[in-house]
């Protein structure tokens, strides 16, 4: 089992940034590749960005590409989303996952076997 819990989410205006992370524990962190998702209300699960466990290689959404930037620190076991340029349509649940690590990089929700709990993160106009 892994546990993920995720904080920092929060209310800014439109061109601020936030820093959301999430802690892991309860397995070697290092093993998991790991994923950000957002969920807007009467929206399906989107997904964000996602890490091979070793870090060499981040994929993102083209919703958010350039704008956030996702990093691990396995010696902490946490992985960070950072969200630049933010706007109104960022609005979501974010959620952090976790799989064992595998060669492709998983872009859907139903690849992933561990979820935090989401941190909710409101952008105003």
């Known amino acids: 089992q892994v546990q993920l819990v995720e904080s920092g989410g929060g209310l800014v205006q439109a061109g601020g940034s936030l820093r959301l992370s999430c802690a892991a524990s309860?397995?070697?962190?290092?093993?998991?590749?790991m994923g950000w998702f957002r969920q807007a209300p009467g929206k399906e699960r989107e997904f964000v960005a996602t890490?091979?466990?070793?870090?060499?290689?981040?994929y993102y959404g083209d919703s958010v590409k350039g704008r956030f930037t996702s990093a691990r620190d396995n010696a902490k076991n946490t992985v960070y989303l950072q969200m630049n340029s933010l706007r109104p349509e960022d609005t979501a649940v974010y959620s952090c996952a976790a799989r064992t690590g595998r060669v492709v990089l998983a872009t859907r929700p139903s690849e992933y076997d561990y979820w935090g709990q989401g941190t909710q993160v409101t952008v105003t106009s």
């Open positions: 309860g397995r070697t962190f290092s093993n998991y590749d």
């Open positions: 890490s091979y466990w070793s870090g060499a290689r981040t």
